[in-house]
């Protein structure tokens, strides 16, 4: 009877394994050496738990490399490259913001092949699934970051390319002059830019207003020495905070002086919202921490100039070539192509920022970019005056 088969480590009494398993598996020490590194690389350029976490993604990566190292046994001794995806994502880590590494890390963990394969353990596959979200929660955290400003940047800047590509084409195709486009090209940056700059300082400052009145202020201190004891609406801030109304005595007790201290720990705020809501002038690094609503807005000027500046770099796009002197349709051609080169980058950021795949969310920025300007090139048509 013929020996049995294993498709894991060759050990005395198993057969070798196949040429198909030894270039699979080389493939996998490979790619998941290049992961280990490329972790290592961002933990050394991390600090606090983010540096900690990603050093034990990278020790995980290590052992992932070790199973396959102890398949192959001196089959292990011939290396390879790592994979295409796993080259890009090394270099990527040394050159590039590391919120754009880890989302794309996120995406390259959701694919692990390791469910699939009979050759990887269970415990691989979990630890993979496990990685996933240990790398979303470290992404979302740069994400988290990069909104505000970053968001009105990116925004602005597609809106600059959609909205003037639109423009051009539409008055394009009506038969006007050469510079006649070009004049409504810059007459729409100018409008669009200021436009995008007012309404995002606007929205920003009335968001941040709108938080700064949900603000606590500090008339509980200043009044609490004249309340009336036996009417003691104290109690009632507290219970509005979201506070229980146990807890919402004890603290007004403290309030009026009956205790010194929180001699009840049972007694703790029900959520930090409330907590925060509660004690306003108590600033801790917990309290600290409550100021994220702010940050993830970004401040109101800032926001204004990131639209403008990043609407107008949009929007000069499409009138590039009218200003290198380009006309008639060679000139609209020229403008497509730029724009859609633009539009690809742009929704690329947009995948990468929100984990989903660059290139489907590049070109579904590129589809509406493109809609909008055969829909207004259409229209031009329709109103062609035969201008030469």
């Not at 929660?137 to 400003?149: C, F, H, K, Q, V």
């Not at 403290?254 to 010194?260: A, I, M, N, S, V």
Request: aromatic share 6%; net charge negative.
């Amino acid at each position: 009877m013929p020996e049995p088969t294993s498709t894991h480590s060759p050990v005395p009494g198993t057969a070798e394994p196949t040429p198909a398993q030894i270039r699979r598996w080389r493939h996998y020490l490979a790619d998941e050496l290049a992961e280990a590194q490329t972790y290592e690389h961002l933990a050394r350029h991390s600090t606090g738990r983010h540096a900690e976490i990603l050093h034990r993604v990278a020790e995980g990566e290590g052992r992932h490399a070790e199973h396959w190292r102890r398949l192959l046994g001196p089959h292990a001794q011939r290396t390879v490259r790592p994979g295409l995806e796993a080259r890009i994502l090394m270099f990527l880590a040394k050159h590039v913001s590391s919120v754009f590494v880890l989302a794309l890390l996120q995406r390259a963990e959701s694919r692990s092949p390791y469910r699939e394969d009979p050759d990887a353990t269970a415990a691989m596959a979990a630890d993979e699934a496990v990685h996933e979200e240990i790398i979303r929660a470290l992404a979302t955290d740069g994400r988290t970051r990069l909104s505000g400003n970053f968001r009105a940047a990116v925004f602005g800047a597609n809106d600059g390319l959609v909205s003037n590509l639109a423009l051009v084409m539409g008055v394009g195709a009506t038969g006007t002059s050469s510079s006649m486009v070009l004049f409504s090209g810059i007459a729409g940056l100018l409008a669009g830019a200021l436009s995008m700059g007012a309404g995002e300082y606007v929205s920003v400052r009335s968001q941040r207003e709108l938080l700064d009145a949900s603000q606590p202020t500090q008339v509980t201190l200043r009044v609490a020495p004249s309340l009336d004891l036996d009417e003691n609406e104290l109690t009632l801030i507290y219970r509005a905070r979201g506070m229980s109304e146990e807890a919402a005595e004890h603290r007004a007790a403290e309030r009026l002086g009956h205790y010194d201290c929180d001699c009840d720990p049972s007694l703790s705020f029900q959520d930090e919202k409330a907590r925060r809501a509660v004690d306003p002038g108590q600033q801790t690094d917990d309290d600290a921490a409550g100021s994220g609503e702010h940050e993830a807005l970004g401040t109101d000027l800032g926001a204004a100039a990131s639209s403008f500046c990043f609407f107008a770099s949009g929007a000069v796009i499409p009138i590039l070539p009218y200003i290198f002197g380009f006309t008639g349709g060679v000139a609209m051609v020229v403008a497509m192509v730029l724009v859609g080169m633009a539009l690809l980058v742009t929704g690329g950021f947009v995948g990468l920022l929100s984990g989903a795949s660059p290139l489907k969310r590049g070109l579904r920025q590129l589809g509406i970019g493109y809609g909008a300007a055969v829909a207004t090139y259409l229209l031009g048509l329709v109103f062609n005056t035969g201008v030469a």
